[in-house]
């Protein structure tokens, strides 16, 4: 099976300043980590390179009054929030983000390659149809769906990862009831939404899920909630493509997050989840880029963990360096996978009115 890497060096360029947590870094050291792997080597990889997204393809998600302030800001530099300036030129790379990740999918549709990650910035699940937010200005992941939704793809899953709920994606879909939007974040956290309460709207109702759980959440947790949570609802839902929102900023050695996910933890779910693409589309698969802050000690190795789950390669080396053994140790809340079975059992009771696969699990 061939995987598709997306990238161009023109992604480190865009910068807020060089201390901002979302900086060229973020890229830079992945790719010296591929490089030294040998993966470019292989012949299972292929680089993608990506094109810049167009107006009209940006416009299916957002506001034209939104995407001409956006223009206009990047001439001379510009304010949206304190953690999200526009730098000069923004524009461009935010085109090119989101066109990364439609060149991801439509090398999937395309058949050139089995499945994609679209190693992309500036990243986009905060960013809302009039607005941007948290580091982000276009919704690379909402503008990609869009684009498969227009291709004949009638349901799209998108499952996101970060740490922080993807409230951008959750607002543009929330009344759709062709995309599955789900979310497993931390909580309490930024940006404050993605409570379990919030199913959808209208047609929508029922079709946007969320998982909050708290500091301190591991492996185990997550793993548990893919078998127990995603993979339910995706048999059911059954979607002819699968989109990750793959934020790695669920790593225990993240600065801005507490969670205690694992490089090894991230790439055994982004294996089973390429093993439930097959089974229910064909393995129709893109993961985009999301946050991850921890530029040496964690998005190095979940990106590795990620192109090796998603090319069939070995997982079973991928892991840290043994000198982050103490913080991972610190990091784990050994009480936090019992309130994330409270919060799954929450959660169940309401989506039990809508999906069968926990109707029955509760009668």
């Known amino acids: 099976m061939t995987t598709g890497i997306v990238f161009d060096p023109r992604y480190l360029d865009h910068e807020q300043s060089p201390a901002h947590p979302e900086r060229r870094e973020r890229l830079s050291y992945t790719m010296d980590q591929l490089q030294e792997e040998g993966l470019w080597d292989l012949e299972c990889i292929r680089l993608l390179r990506p094109f810049p997204s167009s107006i009209d393809q940006v416009m299916k998600v957002h506001d034209i009054e939104y995407l001409t302030f956006l223009r206009e800001s990047s001439r001379t530099g510009g ?17 090119l ?39 982000c200005y ?64 209208g047609k929508g109702q029922g079709f946007t899920v969320n998982m909050p759980v708290p500091g301190g959440t591991s492996d185990m947790s997550y793993l548990y909630l893919l078998e127990h949570l995603i993979r339910p609802l995706a048999e059911e839902f059954g979607p002819s493509f699968i989109a990750i929102s793959a934020g790695q900023d669920i790593h225990f050695t993240d600065p801005l997050t507490g969670l205690a996910l694992t490089a090894s933890g991230y790439a055994e779910m982004m294996n089973r989840m390429v093993d439930l693409s097959e089974i229910l589309c064909g393995g129709r698969l893109v993961a985009v880029l999301e946050g991850g802050y921890s530029v040496e000690g964690g998005l190095p190795y979940t990106n590795l963990g990620i192109i090796a789950a998603l090319a069939g390669l070995d997982i079973s080396c991928i892991r840290e360096p043994d000198l982050y053994h103490d913080w991972l140790i610190r990091a784990v809340d050994p009480g936090a996978h019992s309130e994330v079975l409270e919060n799954f059992s929450a959660l169940k009771s309401l989506l039990s009115r809508q999906w069968k696969c926990f109707a029955k699990k509760l009668s």
Do not use: C, W
Not at 79 to 95: C, G, H, M, R, Y
Not at 149 to 175: C, N, P
């Open 79 to 95: 304010f949206i929030d304190f953690d999200t300036n526009i730098p000069v030129n923004l524009f461009e790379s935010a085109l």
């Open 97 to 135: 983000a989101a066109g990364g990740a439609i060149r991801a999918a439509d090398a999937v549709m395309s058949g050139e390659v089995k499945n994609a990650f679209a190693m992309v910035r500036p990243p986009g699940h905060h960013a809302h149809r009039t607005t941007g937010a948290g580091f």
């Open 138 to 201: 276009l919704n690379n992941m909402a503008i990609m769906v869009r684009h498969l939704q227009e291709m004949g793809m009638k349901r799209v899953l998108v499952l996101d990862l970060d740490a922080h709920h993807g409230d951008g994606t959750q607002e543009i879909f929330y009344d759709d009831p062709d995309v599955l939007f789900i979310s497993i974040h931390q909580s309490p956290f930024y940006p404050g939404s993605g409570s379990i309460e919030e199913t959808g709207f």
